[in-house]
Structure formats: structure tokens, C-alpha cells
């Protein structure tokens, strides 16, 4: 899923509907029969690369400088003086701002400036991590600079050029789905799930996407094989493998409501590199899980903690389902080192066990077949 041929999986780009397909054979291949679900949701699409030039010298994208989900689009250089807020005239200056707030926002577009700079902090290996949703756009090109180098513009505001080529667009996601066994009456159903979309490349940078999420994917397929051959025939086991979560979860908002009521989902969002503890994240009425979850992580070994999931897990959450998020790390998050190499095969292995034993447990399997 990490490879060249898939682009970073965004929704609605060709890569992202060529990895969509070749989970659909992977769920065949599993034996189950396969559904796939259109829906649109809307992405902040960076058609070309950014520029921004400060004083002779051109600056790095996503290492010293990256769009502003907020910017207003601006394909075309703007070449402009510096200067801070306390300029008492904005017009035609690029303004270097402490934020984007509606303040600086609303004057911005009053006084006709040619936009707004501000500060964004880099990850540990300099990266400035690539999003693909945000806040409403505003009616004027606004860029995130790298830290310390917005402080260096305020104590030398040498003259700058930009551009913002970045623009809203409506695109289709595809969740795809296999239903291994429908519950019988008065059955349990158990639903696992991971989203199988990525923040897509840049157009001159991969974003492999290897950790978030196709991570979670990999233990999700492999732990619904294991189960198929060991839950009681009266359980419902399935799979959905989503799109759209990196633009707000819409793939799972969509495919919610429609769930069978009282289904537990396991959602896994990450299981590249197992510090400490696995994150976890529980919503709905999830006592039951949430023990089983934690006799299950006692039984193989994986510690857990509370931790916050904003996944897919809380749209399950919200639609009334027993839910619970399950993550193990992302090494690299959404940015070019996110690449294979950094998946831990035993945070795999880890992650595959626990799901596979919380499920055990939960449908009351008393000898547990993880190893």
C-alpha cells in the first residue's frame, strides 16, 4: 500500500482508487463477498508546489515553509516588503502575524494586503507533517513558516515572493467492505476497521503512508483471516476498510448509520512502532469491549493506556456502537519519512494478537489460539 503505484492514497486521486481495488481482490482472496460504497467529501488539493522567497533565497516546502489550510488560493508569485502587525498600513505587504486569527484575517483583506505569515512548529526530523483538511478558507493567502525562521523575517524583513497553488475540491472516496459472516438471530456482530486512505503525494514529494495507516489495514485483513475459522457460527464478523479519514472521518460518518445495531467495532489507526503502551480509546456503550480489550491486552502481553483516538472509532462512537480506537505509533506522520522500513514487525505481530484475543474474549472463546 506504501508503494509508488498507490501515490499516497488520497481520496479521490487515481492512487487511491487503484489501493481501494486491490483490497477489494485481498478480502476476495480472504473468501468473503465484497461491496464497495461511493461517497464525496471535499479535500484542500496542492496542485503545484508552493514557492516562497525570501530575500534572494528560496525556501524549502514542507521544511521551511507549507501551506496554510485556511490560504486563499494563489497560483500566481506575489513579490511584496515585510512587515509585523504593528505597521500601521497593511496595503500590498506580506504581513508576518503571531496567527491567522479573524483579526489579522479581517484586516488582511481590508487594508489589501498580499498576505499573512505565521509561525508552525517542524516534527523531530524537520518535517512540517501534511494536512489535507482544515479550517474554512479565507479570502486571503496565508503560509505556515517554520519557526525560527519567522522570527529571523521579524528582525530581517527582507523582501519576499509567494504562491498558494492550493484550492478546495469535491472528490468521491470508496469504502470498501466484507462481510465474512452476518450474525445469527439473537447473535453477536463484530465489526474491525481501519482506514485505508493517505494524505496523497505532493507534486514533487512521495508520502508513502505506510504507518497511517496501512498499518492498521495490514492488522485489521490479517486479524479478520485469523478469526474466520474460530468464532462460533451464530457470531457476525466483518470489515471495513475506509476512505476519507484524513479529510474528517467521512467515510466512517458515512458507513456508520448504517451499521447493525449493537455491533462492536475495533478500529486500528496506526501500528507502526509500539512505545510504551497502545493508545485506546473507548465511546459508546463499550463497557463490555473495553474489558475484553483489557483481558486481551493482559493475556499477550501489550500494555494499554488511555489515549486520545480521533479516528474513525468516534464516528462508530457517536452512531451509538460499542467502539473502541486502537493505536500503536506513527513513525514519520504524514510526511516523506513515513516509509516502510519504519513498521516494526512486532508492533504488527502485537497489534494482530490483540485484536485477535479481544475478539476471543469477547465472544467467550475460552483457549485462546494467539501465539
Known sequence: MATDEFTGRR????????????????????????????????????????????????????RDFAEHLASAEAPDLRSAALATVDEPDWSGLWILAPSANPEHVRRAVAEGAAGLLVPRAVDEAGWMPKMIA????????????????????????????????????????????????????????????????GVGDDPDLRFPAAADNASGVAVVVEAVR????????????????????????????????????????INVDGAAHLSEAAAIEAGGPAEPLLAALDQAGRHVGVPLRAGSMASDNRRYAAAGLPAVGI?????????????PDRVNDDTLLAATRLVVETVRVLVGIKESGVR
Do not use: C
Open 11 to 62: 481520496i479521490g486521486t487515481s492512487g487511491g482508487r487503484a489501493s481501494g481495488r486491490w483490497l477489494e481482490n485481498i478480502l476476495r482472496d480472504a473468501g468473503t463477498a465484497v461491496s464497495a460504497v461511493e461517497f464525496e467529501a471535499s479535500v484542500r488539493d496542492v496542485y503545484a508546489t508552493p514557492v516562497l522567497e525570501w530575500g534572494g533565497q528560496k525556501l524549502v516546502h514542507r
Open 134 to 197: 482544515g479550517p474554512p478558507v479565507v479570502a486571503v493567502p496565508v503560509i505556515s513558516v517554520r519557526t525560527d525562521l519567522h522570527a529571523a523575517m521579524t528582525k530581517h524583513p527582507a523582501r519576499l515572493q509567494a504562491s498558494v497553488p492550493m484550492r478546495s475540491s469535491v472528490v468521491t472516496g470508496v469504502n470498501v467492505f466484507g462481510e465474512f459472516r452476518a450474525p445469527r438471530a439473537g447473535g453477536m456482530s463484530i465489526l474491525l476497521t481501519a482506514h485505508r486512505d
Open 226 to 265: 485469523l478469526l474466520v475459522p474460530v468464532l462460533p457460527p451464530d457470531v457476525g464478523l466483518a470489515v471495513a476498510l475506509l476512505d476519507g479519514e484524513e479529510v474528517g472521518t467521512w467515510g466512517s460518518a458515512h458507513h456508520a448509520p448504517s451499521v447493525r445495531p449493537g455491533t462492536y467495532v
Open 327 to 339: 493505536g500503536m505509533g506513527m513513525p514519520g506522520y504524514q510526511t516523506p519519512a513515513e516509509t
